[in-house]
């Protein structure tokens, strides 16, 4: 919104939510939506509507069992809010999204014990959503002729392909006329489209289940989530891999932090013998690596990384607090996220510039290789972060208003004032440097959001690479063939080969020639179920 007066017809109904203050708002638009009759919708200022409905009673096993009315919030954030009061109307939880977009759950003191089941019941509830009076595609044998199929290994194509996907695989590729479409198969016409792998999210956050059809329908069909709460991101995965949700394969990293008031989570690690307890407990369950977060102690980093590895999990995460980058990978980190844990370490100029050609950046550089050390840069996080919030958004998010308004007014506030943007240039310039010399020295990179604009941000973080100075195949193979190899799939994902995951994307144009084409997704297909990016759209609430 701009400074500009703004009105509007209300009607007889209109409830205020300037000045959002979660917990508080929601319980009053409980009680003025029972006091007015229950309405359809309610109107809100300053634009958009609330819709409330009574979705069912949960009982809950205690002493003796707790009868909770479960209701469903939509139009105040983005997707569904899910709130449980007692028979009496006393709100007792209520599991929604702050004004970052992070998950937040407020509990009523003495039922803070129930908050994994209801951490676990959100997340089936909300998948569930997706699925009331909707057909989910089955894999079913399928020929998609016509388009130009890309080997993203080398960028070879295959003009008027063939692929055929049967059971979930990929069972064949090669040329019209060479290849032929058994009968029986349902046929897709790519003719004049880009045939791609499925994209990879490597730094994903799947805060609420509308996150599951943003990502597919940008064409991301995996993603590696870097923390969330244990029992909500168990049940996203498991209502998705169980057909009773949609959304992309999720690659899980456990998160553990240190103790403080600054810790992250509720999963702490404040000794080695802790550090073993929590890989094992996130082993058992499932995780294929650990994500450290910035409160951990060098003593606890190192017995999280030496069980981890034992394990057969690897190492992710910030660099802890108070230590270096070097100082990290010597601890055994196998991964990194964020470049700024390179950008700290560097030799800079008097603007806070980075020459990446100066021999004590290329010692590090070159530290870093020599280790095998993965790094998820997100560039795009940081733009979003030094952004003159006086430019065009749409310059950095061409769908911008086709999002939610939510997500409109949360993102259109994110930035900062033209001066201190000017002075953060330099930083957000060299940090784009960093990644392109990182990856010419062979330096593995994978593309990862932090999330950001839901599915959107990961087409921006390709094109930030571009604009470093990656070739458009280069930065694809950050989301794609790069991804799959760091993390042990590349025999089953990554690429569109036969055996592997049909896993695919269909683009109209041709990223290779035009990296911004990577936006325009036309079909999705995770594991032979074929997506309408369109309808998926339509589920996590975008052109609304």
Request: aromatic residues 6%; proline residues 6%; contains cysteine.
């Amino acid at each position: 919104m701009d400074d500009s007066s703004y009105s509007r017809d209300l009607g007889p109904l209109a409830f205020p939510v300037a000045g959002y203050s979660p917990g508080t708002v929601q319980m009053l638009l409980l009680k003025y939506w029972e006091s007015h009759g229950r309405p359809a919708s309610i109107p809100i200022l300053p634009t958009g509507a609330v819709q409330i409905r009574l979705d069912g009673d949960d009982v809950i096993d205690q002493d003796k069992p707790l009868r909770l009315r479960r209701y469903v919030i939509s139009g105040l954030v983005w997707g569904n809010e899910l709130l449980w009061t007692r028979t009496d109307g006393e709100l007792v939880c209520l599991i929604t999204n702050d004004a970052e977009g992070d998950k937040l759950e407020m509990m009523l003191e003495p039922y803070e014990s129930l908050l994994p089941t209801l951490l676990t019941r959100a997340a089936g509830y909300g998948m569930e959503m997706f699925t009331r009076g909707t057909i989910l595609p089955k894999a079913k044998p399928t020929a998609i002729v016509g388009g130009t199929l890309i080997d993203v290994t080398n960028g070879a194509s295959i003009n008027n392909s063939v692929i055929l996907l049967d059971g979930g695989l990929i069972k064949a590729t090669g040329r019209s006329g060479e290849l032929a479409v058994p009968k029986g198969y349902t046929v897709i016409h790519a003719e004049g489209k880009t045939i791609l792998p499925g994209l990879w999210d490597m730094h994903a956050h799947f805060e609420q289940a509308e996150w599951g059809p943003a990502y597919l329908a940008a064409g991301v069909t995996t993603v590696r989530d870097c923390g969330n709460e244990f029992e909500y991101i168990n049940a996203i995965q498991g209502a998705i891999d169980g057909g009773k949700g949609v959304g992309p394969h999720i690659e899980k990293a456990g998160i553990v932090d240190g103790p403080g008031a600054t810790g992250l989570g509720i999963i702490r690690a404040s000794t080695p013998e802790e550090a073993v307890a929590v890989v094992k407990k996130y082993k058992d369950n499932g995780f294929v690596q650990i994500k450290i977060y910035s409160s951990i102690k060098p003593d606890v980093l190192k017995a999280i990384c030496q069980e981890a590895h034992r394990q057969g999990l690897t190492v992710t995460g910030h660099i802890p607090e108070g230590m270096t980058i070097q100082q990290g990978i010597e601890d055994g980190m196998d991964m990194v996220n964020h470049v700024q844990y390179v950008y700290s370490v560097m030799k800079m100029g008097k603007d806070r510039s980075v020459d990446v050609n100066d021999s004590a950046n290329q010692r590090v550089f070159r530290f870093i290789k020599e280790h095998g050390t993965v790094l998820d840069p997100t560039v795009g996080v940081f733009e979003m972060v030094f952004r003159n919030t006086k430019d065009d958004i749409t310059r950095m998010e061409p769908a911008f208003h086709s999002l939610p308004l939510p997500l409109q007014a949360l993102f259109s506030n994110m930035g900062m004032p033209p001066a201190n943007a000017d002075r953060f240039k330099p930083i957000l310039e060299s940090m784009s440097r960093i990644v392109k010399a990182m990856h010419d020295q062979g330096i593995p990179i994978v593309a990862g959001t932090d999330m950001g604009f839901p599915g959107y941000s990961l087409d921006r973080e390709l094109e930030l690479y571009v604009a470093a100075g990656l070739t458009p195949l280069e930065a694809i193979q950050t989301a794609t063939l790069i991804p799959a190899r760091v993390m042990k799939q590349d025999k089953v994902a990554g690429t569109i080969a036969p055996g592997h995951r049909a896993d695919l994307i269909i683009v109209e144009g041709n990223p290779l020639t035009q990296i911004r084409d990577i936006r325009n997704v036309r079909t999705v297909v995770k594991e032979g179920q074929v997506y309408d990016p369109a309808n998926l759209h339509g589920l996590a609430g975008f052109g609304k």
